[in-house]
C-alpha cells in the first residue's frame, strides 16, 4: 500500500496543527459557530444527535494493521471501544468530545491517518473496489490512480468550497464493485486498443432525494489527462453548480439541467487550457505511483494440491463460509477473505477495539498486514493463502467474525440512522437488527441465494437503499417513525434504481414485509434464477399483491 | 483607510471603494463591471462571484487591479475565477474582497490572488500567519507549476 513519504508526513503534521489551531480559536469563541462549520466538516467532524461524529478517512479503503491498532487504542481512549465502518469505505467514532479532537488527530497522524475531506462541500475521499490489486476479474489495478487522485484532491485550494460534497468512485475490474454509476464521478478502467490505458468518465450519478444513474462524459480518456480532465469537469461544476438550494446542489442536477453534450462542451472548453499541461500524467508519474502497490511477496502454490485440501475439510459451516466469504484471487493458491461485520445485536458495520485488535494480527498473520474496509461495511483480507483458510476460519470463529452471510440477505447495509445521526428521519439500525434476528435459519438464507438488502434512515439516502435489490427507507409521518420498502434496485451490470412498492410500513411490520417479499420470490423463481432476476423479469406487481394482502390493517 | 494585504505584507489601501451610483467613477476609485463597461480603460474594477471573468480577458493588459468579492465564505466560485484570470494571462493586481475568513486565505493565494482585504475580527499578523500555515502541496497551482505526484527525474 501506499506508504508516507516525508512530503505527507509533514504536510499531515502540518494540516494537524492547523485544525487544531481552528478548533482552539472556536472552543476560545474567537471563530463564530457557521465559520467552524466548513472547517470542521473538511476535517471529518459532525455535531451530532447525542454526540460529535468523528469521520477518519481511509483512503480507497486501505488500511494497515499497525493503523488499526492505533485506531483500537483511540476508540477505548477517546470514544466507547468501538468503531464503524461506513459505506465510503472510512471509520466513524460515534462519541469523542469535540475538546479531545485534537489529540485524536494527533495520534492518529503517529500512523498517517486523518480526516481530511471526509465531509463538507469538498472533494471526499476516493473509493475503489475492495478486492483492488487482487481480483481474478481485474483489468487494470485501479489504487495508482487512486492514490494520484487523492494527492490532487487533497487539500486542493480551488475546491475546498464547492457547491456541494464531490464523490469520485474509481473500478478497474469486469464487474464494478465500486457502484461507479451512483456518484459524481465514477471512472471505470479499460485497456484501449492502442495499448494505452483508458478511463471511462460517468458524471452526474448519485443517490439521495433525487436518484440518478451517471452519464457517459468520455467512453474512453488516455489515463495521462486524468487529473487535467478532473480538473476541467470540477471547474465547470465549481462554477457552474447551484449554490441557492442545497437539495439541487449536486452535480446531477447541473448535468441534468445542462444535458449531458452541453456539459461536455464546457468540461472541454475548460479541458483546452489544462490538457497536456503540468498536472499531465506521464511514464514518470504512472510508473511512481505503481510502484507504491507493486505484488505482494506471494509463494508460488500448487493450486490443485491446496484446492484438494480445501475440499477435505468436511466440515458443512465452514464449507459454506468458504463458499461464500472467500473470493477468487489473481494469483494461483490464494483467495481474498471477507469479514461479515453483521452480527446478532451489533449496527451493521460496528467493530470492538477488542475485534480491532485480533483483526491486525491476523492481517500480520495472514495477509501481509494489510486490510481493506468495504462499501458494504464489511472488512476484507485480501491475500490468503487457502491451505491456510481452515486455519484463519477458526480464529475469526473465536471473535464472531466467521459469519458465512457474504452477499446475502442479512449482510446488510444500513446508515447509522436516527440513533446517531442528525439528519435522520427514522432509526435504521432497530430495523436491521429485527431482519437480522428473524432470518438467522442460514439454510434459508443460503436457499435464497445472493441478496442486497440496504437500509436508509432518511432520503439523504447513505444506507443506498435505492440500489439495493430490497431497499428501506425510513420516512417521517406526522412525527412518526415509517419506512418505505423498494425492490429491483441493481448497483452494477446495468444499474438500475428499485420502484416503490407502495404504501410505508411500521418498523414492527418490516419483518413480515420482508418475509412475504421472499416467500413470493419464491415461488415464483425459474431454477437457479437469483431473487434480482426474478425481480426484473415479473416487476413490481406480484410483490404488491402479496404483501398488501396479507398486511394486518 | 483599512490595511490590505499585498504581496505577503501590510500596505496602505490606495484605491477607493466601489460606489454602485457614482458615474463615471472619480479617479482612484475602483469600478463596478457595469461602470467598467462603459470605460474599459479603467484601470480597476471589481467582480461580483456571479460575473463571468473572461467579459475582462480583452482587456487584461490595461488593468492594474481586478477585484473579487466574496458575498459568502462558502461561494468557492471566486477561487476558479482568480485561476481563470491568472491564467488568462493577469499581470497586476488580484485582490479578494469580501466575507471570506483567515483560514481560506491560503487557498485564496494558491488561485492567484495576491491582495487581501482583511478578514473581519483578523489582525493582519495573523492573516500574515494564515498565508503559509501549509508549507507542502500535492497539486499544481498558480503558486506551483510541477505538482508533487510528478518525482522530479
Known amino acids: 500500500m501506499y506508504r508516507y513519504n516525508t512530503n505527507d508526513k509533514q504536510l499531515l503534521a502540518e494540516r494537524t496543527n492547523q485544525f487544531k489551531n481552528q478548533t482552539l480559536r472556536y472552543l476560545a469563541g474567537e471563530l463564530e459557530e457557521e465559520e467552524f462549520r466548513p472547517l470542521r466538516l473538511q476535517n471529518g467532524l459532525y455535531i451530532q444527535r447525542q454526540a460529535p461524529m468523528l469521520r477518519i478517512a481511509v483512503p480507497y479503503g486501505l488500511v494497515s494493521s499497525d493503523q488499526l491498532r492505533a485506531l483500537a487504542s483511540i476508540s477505548r481512549r477517546y470514544d466507547r471501544g468501538y468503531v464503524h465502518v461506513s459505506t465510503r469505505q472510512n471509520f466513524q467514532l460515534n462519541w469523542p468530545s469535540v475538546e479531545s479532537i485534537p489529540d485524536i488527530l494527533g495520534e492518529l497522524a503517529r500512523v498517517d491517518m486523518h480526516c481530511i475531506q471526509t465531509s463538507g462541500n469538498c472533494i471526499r475521499n476516493t473509493t475503489t473496489d475492495q478486492f483492488a490489486g487482487v481480483a481474478f476479474d481485474e483489468v487494470e489495478d485501479p489504487r495508482p490512480y487512486c492514490e494520484l487522485i487523492r494527492q490532487w484532491s487533497t487539500l486542493h485550494p480551488e475546491f475546498a468550497f464547492l457547491p456541494r460534497k464531490f464523490k469520485i468512485a474509481v473500478c478497474g475490474s469486469v464487474n464494478d464493485r465500486a457502484a461507479i454509476y451512483a456518484h459524481d464521478v465514477g471512472l471505470a478502467l479499460h485497456h484501449r486498443d492502442d495499448g494505452q490505458v483508458g478511463v471511462k468518465v460517468l458524471v452526474g450519478g448519485g443517490l439521495g432525494r433525487t436518484p440518478v444513474i451517471g452519464s457517459v462524459l468520455e467512453e474512453s480518456l488516455p489515463v495521462r489527462h486524468l487529473i487535467t480532465y478532473l480538473e476541467a469537469v470540477l471547474r465547470v461544476y465549481n462554477q457552474l453548480g447551484r449554490r441557492d438550494n442545497k437539495y439541487k446542489a449536486r452535480i446531477k442536477i447541473l448535468v441534468r439541467a445542462m444535458g449531458v453534450d452541453q456539459f461536455r462542451t464546457a468540461v472541454h472548453r475548460e479541458w483546452e487550457g489544462l490538457k497536456d499541461g503540468p498536472s499531465t500524467l506521464d511514464d514518470r508519474a504512472l510508473i511512481g505511483a505503481k510502484d507504491h502497490f507493486s505484488a505482494m511477496p506471494y509463494e508460488s502454490i500448487d493450486s490443485t494440491a491446496s484446492q484438494l485440501a480445501l475440499d477435505e475439510q468436511r466440515d458443512p459451516i465452514f464449507q459454506r463460509w468458504l463458499k461464500n466469504n472467500t473470493h477468487d484471487h489473481k494469483q494461483a493458491g490464494y483467495r481474498a477473505v471477507t469479514l461479515v461485520l453483521k452480527a446478532h445485536g451489533q449496527a451493521p458495520g460496528d467493530i470492538s477495539a477488542d475485534q480491532l485488535d485480533v483483526i491486525a494480527s491476523l492481517a500480520d498473520e495472514y495477509s501481509f498486514g494489510e486490510l481493506r474496509n468495504t462499501h458494504h461495511q464489511n472488512m476484507v483480507l485480501a491475500d490468503v493463502q487457502e491451505r491456510r483458510l481452515y486455519s484463519l476460519w477458526r480464529d475469526l470463529q473465536k471473535i464472531g467474525l466467521a459469519g458465512a452471510n457474504a452477499g446475502h440477505l442479512t449482510d446488510m447495509i444500513c446508515c447509522p440512522g436516527g440513533d446517531f445521526c442528525g439528519l435522520a428521519n427514522a432509526r435504521s439500525i432497530p430495523v436491521s437488527q429485527a431482519i437480522n434476528e428473524r432470518f438467522d435459519d442460514i439454510d434459508y438464507l443460503y436457499d435464497l441465494g445472493p441478496i442486497e438488502l440496504n437500509i436508509s434512515g432518511c432520503m439523504n439516502a447513505c444506507g443506498h437503499h435505492h440500489i439495493g435489490h430490497i431497499g428501506i427507507l425510513g420516512v417521517d409521518k406526522k412525527g412518526q417513525e415509517f419506512f418505505q420498502v423498494s425492490l429491483g434496485g441493481k448497483q452494477a451490470d446495468n444499474p438500475s434504481i428499485g420502484k416503490i412498492l407502495g404504501p410505508s410500513f411500521s418498523a414492527e411490520e418490516i419483518p413480515n414485509v420482508v418475509d412475504t417479499i421472499l416467500a413470493t420470490y419464491v415461488a415464483l423463481r425459474h431454477d437457479d434464477e437469483l431473487f434480482i432476476e426474478t425481480c426484473h423479469r415479473v416487476g413490481i406487481e406480484p410483490f404488491k399483491e402479496s404483501v398488501y394482502a396479507t398486511r394486518d390493517h | ?153
Open chain 2, 1 to 153: 483607510m483599512q490595511p490590505v494585504i499585498i504581496d505577503g505584507q501590510v500596505a496602505k489601501d490606495f484605491w477607493l471603494s466601489a460606489i454602485e451610483e457614482q458615474s463615471p467613477p472619480e479617479t482612484g476609485r475602483i469600478a463596478t463591471l457595469a461602470q467598467w463597461q462603459l470605460d474599459t480603460c479603467l484601470p480597476a474594477v471589481i467582480l461580483q462571484t456571479d460575473d463571468n471573468p473572461e467579459t475582462l480577458f480583452d482587456h487584461l493588459e490595461q488593468l492594474a487591479l481586478i477585484a473579487v468579492h466574496f458575498p459568502d465564505m462558502n461561494d468557492g466560485r471566486g477561487f476558479s475565477m482568480g485561476r481563470a484570470l491568472r491564467e488568462a494571462g493577469f499581470k497586476g493586481e488580484l485582490r479578494a474582497t469580501g466575507r471570506y475568513i483567515r483560514d481560506q486565505l491560503q487557498y485564496l493565494k494558491r488561485c492567484g490572488f495576491n491582495a487581501f482585504s482583511l478578514p473581519r475580527g483578523t489582525t493582519p499578523a495573523a492573516a500574515l500567519e494564515s498565508l503559509n500555515e501549509i508549507n507542502i502541496h500535492y497539486q499544481a497551482a498558480h503558486d506551483l507549476t510541477e505538482p508533487l505526484f510528478k518525482p522530479l527525474g
